[in-house]
C-alpha cells in the first residue's frame, strides 16, 4: 500500500525541527510500524540522505525503548500496543501518516525521534526500589503474599518505562509512571518499610524534574502499553498524604 | 583443515579447587584473599552491560564499597535484553517436595548440556540457585503466587520436576527491574556511576592487565577512555550474527571480540541454540524474530500436512493427512522434545517442502485438541496473552487457525573463556552472563540463563573479584600512557574508516547477507561442505564490507547506521570463527549438530573420545588462522550418556 | 506541610478540600434557590433568616460574613492552585504537537480549565447582580425574589447563567471525581461507584440550578 509520512526532523535538541513529507509507495500490511521506517530508512541512505533516527531496541514491546507519536497518539491507534509491536495492516492504502516524538520539557529531543527519558532514572534512584543489599535476604516463604497483592503489584510492574503516558498527558506529567512504581513495591510486605518515604520521596523528585502535575484526566492510562491503571495514581496520593500526616 | 587452524597447548581452569564437589565453592571463597574494605573505595571497577548479569554485579560492588562504573548502550540500565524473557528462572528450592535437590539440577543441567560443560562451574550454579530466589523476592520481585500466600512454580523445558520460578510470561523483566532497582539505589548513593548511552568499543590493556574500556558516547560521539582496576564484560550474546533472532536488535558481540582480540580466548563460540517456537518470518522486511512460550507445546500439537506442496488451508485438512511428527518419531515425550531436536525436526519437514505459510518455512502448533479438552476459557486463562501476541503479529486468530512457528536462533552458549573465578585469560578481565561460556555445555536449558546471569551477577562475581583486587590499587594509569592513546586513536581510525567507504549498500543488507548465510551453513545441521562454503564466503563478505558500505553522517554525532556498521563489521569477524568451530567439532552435540554424525535413526551422535574438551580460541589477526587450546572436561559426579527421547 | 503544598500531589489535595467546600456552598446554595417556587415569601424569608442567623453572638449578617470569608479562602485557595497547576503543566510542554487527538480523556476533564475561568467570571457578575444588585434592574436590598426575577427576565442573562451553570456541572462532574482521586479514595473497585456519584451530584446540581432561569422565561415565575 501507500502512505504519505509527514516525519519531524531534528538535527540536535537547541536546532529548530520541522515536520518533512516522505511518500512511501510499497508498505506490506504484515510489516511492523518499525520496519516500515526500516525501509524509509534504507531508500534515505542510498538516496545519500540522513536516515531517521528513532529509538527501539527489543521489538517486542517489552523493553520500552520505542515510542513515537503516531498520528497524535502515543504508540498509535492500537490499544495496548507498543510502537514496535504495532503492524500495517491498521493502515488504510492512501494514509497520511504524523510521526512526532515525545514532547515534553523532562524528554528533550536528542535527534529527530529519539528523546532522552533519562528523567525517569532519576524518579526510580531517588526511591523506587527496596533496599536489601544481595545476601541479606530471608528464605523466599518466609512472608507468604497474598495473591491478589502480588498480582496487583506485578500488575502496577508491568510498566515497561516508555514515557508514553507523559506523553500522552496534557499536562505532561509522570504521575502513572511514578505511581505504578509506588504501587508495586506499597503493595508487597517487602515495600512496607520504606513505603511512605518511598512515595514522598519520588512525587518530589517528579516535581523537580519539571513533569507537570496530575489533573486525573485518563489519557495516560488510555495510551499505556501495558494497562497500567489510573487508580495507582490514587494510591500513590493517599501514600504521599499519610505519609506527610504521619510526619 | 590443519591449515585453518593451530593447536595450541591445552589449557586448563586452575582456581577449581578439588576434591567434594558440594563443598568446592566454600572452599573457594574461604581460600580467596579479602580486600580491606578502606581499600574498596580506593578500587575502581568498570562494568559493562546492565542486564541481569551486569546489572546486579554493579549494584552489589556498589553495596559492597567498590567505585563503580557501568555502561549500557540503550538509553537506560533498565532496558537491557534480559527483560525479554518470558517462561521462567530454575531453582532448587524443592517446594514442591517432587523430589527436586541441588544434585538433580546440577545433574540435569550438565546432562542437559550434552556433557560439554564443567562439573565444579554447573554444581555452584545449582547450589546458588536458591539463594537467588529469595533475593528476587526480598528486592520485590512480583513472583506468581499461589492462594496460601507461597510461591508458584511450574516445569519448564520438559523438566521432571516443578523449580521454575515465574511471572507470568515476564520473568525476565520482572528480574531486571529488581536488578535495575537495586543499582538505582546504588546510583543515587554515589558507588556506581551510570553511562547509558555508551558503547564500549576496545579494551585497555596496560602491562598484561585490563585497566580499561574505550567508548563512544552514543549521542555526542565522543570517543573517550575510561580507566580502572578490573574490568567486567557482562554485554550479553552474539545471536545477532545470524541478524535474524529473538535477540534485541541491538544485541552485539562487540564488547567481546574486541577483547577477544586484545588476547581474551573464545571458547566454543559455534554452540547457538535455535528455539523451535517462533513466529515464522513473514517477508523481505523482517527484522527480528518474536519467541512464542515454550509452554505452548505443553498444550498445542505440532504437525505439518502428509504430502509436500499442500496448500489447502489447515482447517481443510483431514487428521489422516496431517503427520502429528513429533508425537510419531518420539512416542514417550512427543512434543515435549529438548529445543534442539523440536527445531532440527521442524527444518527436516520444512525442507521435504511439507513446512506451511509463506516460503513453506512454518509448521503447525494446533490448539484445536485442547479447546475442545479443555473448554476455551481453560486455553485462554493459560495462554490469553500469548495468543494475543501472536494476533497482534500475524493478524490470525489462533483460537479458529492453528499457530505457524518456526525456529530461530536464541542463545549463545559460547563466549568468552573463564576460569572458576570468572576470570577470563586478561589478567583483570572478568566476563559475566551470557557472555561467557562457563555453565551451559553444548545446549542450555530452559530458565537456566537467568538463573546463570544472576549467579554470576550477585553472587559469584563480587566474591571472586576479591582475590584480584587485593592485589590493587594497581599503579595509576596515565590517561596520557601510550597503551590508552594507541587503542583509542585505533577504535577513532576504525570508525573514520567506516565513515570513509561512501559505497554504495547500507550496512543491514551486509548483515542480512551475513545472517542467510549463517542461518543457512551454521544454523539448525551443519555440515562438512556447508561450512567450508561458508568459511569461503564470509571473508569476501567481509571485503566487500569494507569497500561498498554506506555509511551517512558524521562520527560527532548520534549516528545510529555507525553503530550498527561497527557491530556488523565485528560480526563478520565472529562468523568466521563460529564456523571454524563448527568446522573442528565433527561430533554432534547439543545445539550443534554435525550431519555427518548421527546416529542410523537420525539422532545426535556425541564423540566423547575425540571431543570432551572446551575448545578456545586465540585470535592471531583477522584471517590469519587462530590457535586452538582444548581444556578437557572431566566427570566424576554424572557418567555421560547418550541422550535419548524416543 | 510547606513539602505537601510544594509538591503536585499536595497542591491537588488542597484543590480538592478546598473544591468540596466550595461543593457544599453550591449544594446549599441550589437548595435555597429552590424556595423561589414557593413563592417571595419563602425566598425573601429565607435570606432575611439566614442574615439574622445567630444575630445576637455574631450580629446581623455575622454567619454570612463568616461564610463569605470561608468561601472566599476556598476560591483563592482553589484557584492559586489551580494557576499554579496550569503553569506548571505550560512550563511541561514548551513544545507542543502538530498533530494531537485526544484518546480518553472525557469532555469535562479537557474543560476544567476553560470551565473554570468561565465560572470565575460569571461569579463576579452575579455578585454584582445578586449580591451587591449594583447591575440589577430592580437591585433592591432584601427583595431576593424580585431581583432574580427582574435579572433573568433579561434573556441574554439567563442564557448566560444557564451556560455558566452547565460550565459549573462539568466542572463538578469531573472536580468531583478528580478529588476522590487526588486524596487517595478511589480505589479500583470503588472507582465506578465514585463516578457515578460525581456525575449524580453534577446532574442534580446543574437540573437545580438550571429550573430557576428556565422557569422565569417560560413566565412560571414572575
Ligand atoms: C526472547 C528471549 C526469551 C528468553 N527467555 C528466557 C527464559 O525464560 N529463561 C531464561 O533463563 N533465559 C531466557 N532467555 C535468555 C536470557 O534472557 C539471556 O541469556 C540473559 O538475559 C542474558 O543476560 P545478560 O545479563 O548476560 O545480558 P543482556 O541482558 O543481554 O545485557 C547486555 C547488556 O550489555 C550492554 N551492552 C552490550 N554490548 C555493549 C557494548 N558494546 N557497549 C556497552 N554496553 C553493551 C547492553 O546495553 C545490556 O545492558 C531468553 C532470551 C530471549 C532472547
Ligand atoms: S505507565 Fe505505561 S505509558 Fe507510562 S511509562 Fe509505564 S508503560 Fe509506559
Ligand atoms: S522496541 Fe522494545 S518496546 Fe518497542
Not at chain 2, 573514520?496 to 542461518?519: C, I, N, Y
Not at chain 3, 446581623?60 to 483563592?76: D, M, Q, S, T
Not at chain 3, 476544567?112 to 444588585?133: E, K, N, Q, S
Amino acid at each position: 500500500m501507500r502512505l504519505t509520512l509527514r516525519i519531524w526532523r531534528q538535527r540536535g535538541t537547541s536546532d529548530a525541527g520541522e515536520l518533512v513529507t516522505y511518500p512511501m509507495d510499497d508498505v506490506s500490511p504484515d510489516m511492523s510500524f518499525l520496519e516500515m521506517l526500516d525501509v524509509l530508512n534504507e531508500e534515505l541512505i542510498l538516496r545519500g540522505e540522513e536516515p531517521v533516527a528513532f529509538d527501539h531496541d527489543c521489538r517486542e514491546g517489552i523493553c520500552g525503548m520505542c515510542g513515537l507519536m503516531i498520528n497524535g497518539v502515543a504508540h498509535g491507534p492500537e490499544r495496548a500496543t507498543t510502537a514496535c509491536q504495532l503492524h500495517m495492516r491498521h493502515f488504510a492504502d492512501g494514509d497520511t501518516v504524523t510521526i512526532e516524538p515525545w514532547r515534553a520539557r523532562p524528554f528533550p529531543v536528542v535527534r529527530d525521534l529519539v528523546v532522552d527519558r533519562s528523567a525517569f532514572d532519576r524518579i526510580i534512584e531517588s526511591g523506587g526500589y527496596i533496599s536489601a543489599p544481595t545476601g541479606s535476604a530471608p528464605d523466599a516463604h518466609a512472608v507468604p503474599v497474598p495473591k491478589p497483592d502480588a498480582d496487583t503489584a506485578f500488575e502496577a510492574a508491568a510498566c515497561i518505562g516508555c514515557g508514553a503516558c507523559v506523553a500522552a498527558c496534557p499536562n505532561g506529567s509522570a504521575m502513572l509512571f511514578t505511581a505504578a512504581k509506588a504501587t508495586h513495591l506499597g503493595l508487597l510486605p517487602q515495600g512496607q518499610p520504606e513505603r511512605y518515604s518511598r512515595a514522598e520521596a519520588m512525587v518530589r523528585t517528579h516535581d523537580e524534574l519539571g513533569f507537570g502535575g496530575c489533573t486525573n484526566t485518563g489519557e495516560c492510562t488510555a495510551v499505556c502499553p501495558k494497562g497500567i491503571p489510573l487508580d495507582t495514581i490514587g494510591r500513590l496520593n493517599s501514600d504521599l498524604l499519610r505519609g506527610a500526616l504521619r510526619s | 583443515m590443519s591449515q585453518l587452524y593451530a593447536e595450541g597447548t591445552p589449557i586448563a581452569d586452575e582456581r577449581a579447587p578439588d576434591g567434594p564437589i558440594e563443598t568446592r565453592w566454600d572452599r573457594r571463597r574461604f581460600a580467596a584473599r579479602l580486600v580491606n574494605p578502606a581499600n574498596k573505595r580506593r578500587l575502581t571497577v568498570i562494568v559493562v552491560g546492565t542486564g541481569l548479569a551486569g546489572g546486579s554485579a554493579a549494584a552489589t560492588l556498589g553495596e559492597l564499597g567498590y567505585r563503580v562504573e557501568s555502561f549500557c548502550y540503550q538509553d537506560s540500565p533498565r532496558r537491557a535484553h534480559s527483560i525479554a524473557a518470558q517462561g521462567g528462572i530454575n531453582a532448587a528450592k524443592n517446594y514442591r517436595n517432587d523430589g527436586d535437590s541441588v544434585h538433580r539440577l546440577f545433574y540435569d543441567t550438565v546432562k542437559g548440556g550434552d556433557f560439554r560443560s564443567r562439573e565444579s562451574n554447573v554444581h555452584r550454579l545449582a547450589q546458588i540457585s536458591t539463594e537467588i530466589i529469595d533475593q528476587c523476592v526480598a528486592q520485590g520481585v512480583p513472583f506468581a503466587r499461589e492462594y496460601g500466600g507461597l510461591l508458584d512454580t511450574r516445569s519448564f523445558g520438559g523438566a521432571q520436576v516443578s523449580r521454575t520460578f515465574y511471572a507470568r510470561g515476564q520473568t525476565g523483566q520482572q528480574l531486571l527491574l529488581g536488578a535495575y532497582q537495586a543499582l538505582a539505589r546504588q546510583i543515587s548513593a554515589g558507588t556506581v556511576r551510570m553511562h547509558p548511552r555508551t558503547e564500549m568499543l576496545d579494551l585497555i590493556v596496560v602491562d598484561g592487565r585490563a585497566r580499561g574500556v574505550v567508548v563512544r558516547d552514543l549521542v555526542t560521539g565522543e570517543v573517550t577512555s575510561h580507566l580502572a582496576d578490573a574490568v567486567v564484560l557482562a554485554t550479553g550474546g552474539y545471536g545477532n550474527a545470524f541478524y535474524l533472532s529473538t535477540n534485541a536488535k541491538g544485541c552485539n558481540t562487540s564488547a567481546i571480540w574486541r577483547a577477544h582480540r586484545r588476547g581474551a580466548l573464545f571458547a566454543n563460540p559455534c554452540y547457538t541454540q535455535i528455539h523451535p517456537t517462533c513466529i515464522p518470518v513473514s517477508g523481505e522486511h523482517q527484522s527480528k524474530l518474536t519467541l512464542m512460550s515454550e509452554s505452548l507445546r505443553n498444550d498445542g500439537r505440532v504437525w505439518v500436512p502428509v504430502l509436500a506442496g499442500d496448500d489447502r488451508p489447515a482447517g481443510e485438512i483431514p487428521d489422516a493427512e496431517r503427520d502429528y511428527y513429533l508425537e510419531r518419531m518420539y512416542p514417550s515425550f512427543g512434543n515435549l522434545v529438548p529445543r534442539d531436536i523440536a527445531s532440527r525436526a521442524a527444518k527436516h519437514v520444512c525442507d521435504e517442502g511439507r513446512g506451511v505459510g509463506p516460503g513453506g518455512l512454518g509448521v503447525y502448533l494446533d490448539f484445536a485438541d485442547a479447546i475442545a479438552r479443555l473448554g476455551r476459557p481453560a486455553v485462554e486463562a493459560k495462554y490469553g496473552n500469548l495468543f494475543e501476541m501472536y494476533q497482534r503479529i500475524t493478524g490470525e486468530d489462533p483460537y479458529a487457525v492453528p499457530m505457524r512457528i518456526y525456529p530461530a536462533v536464541h542463545y549463545t552458549m559460547g563466549g568468552l573463556w573463564v576460569d572458576y573465578d570468572l576470570r577470563s585469560t586478561i589478567p583483570g578481565l572478568f566476563v559475566i552472563g551470557e557472555a561467557n561460556f562457563s555453565d551451559h555445555g553444548a545446549n542450555r536449558l530452559g530458565a537456566s540463563a537467568l538463573m546463570q546471569g544472576l549467579a554470576d551477577g550477585y553472587f559469584l562475581l563480587p566474591n571472586t573479584i576479591g582475590d584480584y583486587l587485593v592485589d590493587g590499587p594497581f599503579d595509576a594509569v596515565d590517561p596520557a600512557h601510550q597503551a590508552v592513546a594507541d587503542v583509542e586513536s585505533e577504535v577513532r581510525g576504525r570508525i573514520k574508516a567506516l565513515l570513509m567507504v561512501d559505497g554504495d549498500r547500507t550496512v543491514d543488507s551486509f548483515h542480512r547477507e551475513l545472517g542467510q548465510l549463517m542461518w543457512e551453513h551454521c544454523g539448525m545441521e551443519r555440515t562438512d561442505a556447508g561450512l567450508r562454503k561458508a568459511l569461503a564466503q564470509i571473508p569476501a563478505l567481509r571485503e566487500e564490507f569494507w569497500r561498498r558500505v554506506k555509511v551517512p553522517g558524521e562520527g560527532a554525532e548520534l549516528n545510529q547506521s555507525l553503530e550498527k556498521a561497527g557491530r556488523v563489521a565485528d560480526f563478520l569477524e565472529l562468523a568466521e570463527l563460529m564456523c571454524l568451530d563448527a568446522l573442528h567439532r565433527t561430533e554432534s552435540c547439543g545445539g550443534h549438530f554435525r550431519a555427518e554424525s548421527q546416529t542410523p535413526d537420525g539422532e545426535a551422535r556425541r564423540d566423547d573420545e575425540n571431543f570432551s574438551y572446551v575448545a578456545a580460541w586465540e585470535h592471531t589477526g583477522v584471517g590469519t588462522p587462530p590457535v586452538l587450546h582444548q581444556e578437557h572436561l572431566r566427570f566424576e559426579h554424572v557418567t555421560p550418556s547418550q541422550r535419548s527421547y524416543k | 506541610m510547606v513539602r505537601l503544598w510544594r509538591s503536585t500531589v499536595g497542591k491537588k489535595a488542597v484543590m480538592a478540600v478546598s473544591g468540596a467546600g466550595l461543593l457544599l456552598y453550591v449544594i446549599a446554595h441550589m437548595l435555597a434557590n429552590l424556595k423561589i417556587f414557593f413563592g417571595a415569601r419563602s425566598l425573601d424569608g429565607y435570606g432575611h433568616w439566614l442574615r439574622e442567623l445567630a444575630a445576637p453572638v455574631f450580629g446581623y449578617e455575622g454567619v454570612v460574613w463568616i461564610a463569605r470569608a470561608g468561601l472566599l479562602a476556598c476560591v483563592l485557595l482553589h484557584m492559586t492552585t489551580a494557576i499554579q497547576l496550569a503553569r506548571r503543566a505550560r512550563a511541561a510542554r514548551p513544545i507542543g504537537y502538530r498533530h494531537r487527538r485526544p484518546v480518553q480523556g472525557s469532555y469535562s476533564a479537557r474543560t476544567m480549565r476553560w470551565g473554570g475561568v468561565l465560572i470565575a467570571l460569571f461569579v463576579v457578575y452575579h455578585v454584582l447582580d445578586i449580591t451587591a444588585g449594583v447591575v440589577n434592574p430592580n437591585g433592591v436590598p432584601g427583595q431576593d425574589y424580585r431581583n432574580v426575577t427582574a435579572s433573568f427576565g433579561r434573556w441574554y442573562v439567563a442564557v448566560f447563567y444557564m451556560l455558566a451553570v452547565t460550565a459549573l456541572g462539568f466542572h463538578i462532574r469531573h472536580g468531583m471525581w478528580s478529588a476522590f482521586q487526588s486524596l487517595g479514595i478511589s480505589t479500583a473497585k470503588r472507582r465506578r461507584a465514585l463516578r457515578a456519584i460525581a456525575l449524580g451530584v453534577a446532574v442534580v446540581i446543574t437540573a437545580g440550578f438550571l429550573s430557576v432561569p428556565i422557569a422565569v422565561l417560560t413566565g412560571v415565575l414572575t
